[in-house]
């Protein structure tokens, strides 16, 4: 079993910048790629960004050039850095983690962009 604890989260103004981190503990070996998602009321869950094991990082088109995602893999940690806050960034953010059998999410954390 892997654990995911996601933090960060809060109210921002639009413009501003919010830094996520998700936790990981457990049987976290063999882990491979991780990720963030995002989740707004009425709306599907859908990719952020997520970053491979060897390196290679995705996201989606709506935070390319404002968002970051790194990994410090002595600390367990995945981050997203989020900067240029969109009213439309207002979301439940879920952190993931897959290995070769199964994904696994965190709890969720709210950002919440205000005008």
């Known amino acids: 079993q892997v654990q995911l604890v996601e933090s960060g989260g809060g109210l921002v103004q639009a413009g501003g910048s919010l830094r996520l981190s998700c936790a990981a503990s457990g049987t976290i070996v063999g882990i491979g790629t991780m990720g963030w998602y995002r989740q707004a009321p009425g709306s599907q869950r859908d990719l952020v960004a997520s970053?491979?094991?060897?390196?290679?990082?995705k996201y989606g088109d709506s935070v390319k050039g404002r968002f970051t995602i790194s990994r410090d893999n002595a600390k367990n940690t995945l981050y997203l850095q989020m900067n240029g806050l969109k009213l439309e960034d207002t979301a439940v953010y879920y952190c993931?983690?897959?290995?070769?059998?199964?994904?696994?999410w965190g709890q969720g954390t709210q950002v919440t962009v205000s005008s």
């Open positions: 993931n983690a897959q290995n070769a059998y199964r994904n696994y």
């Open positions: 970053l491979s094991r060897s390196g290679l990082t």
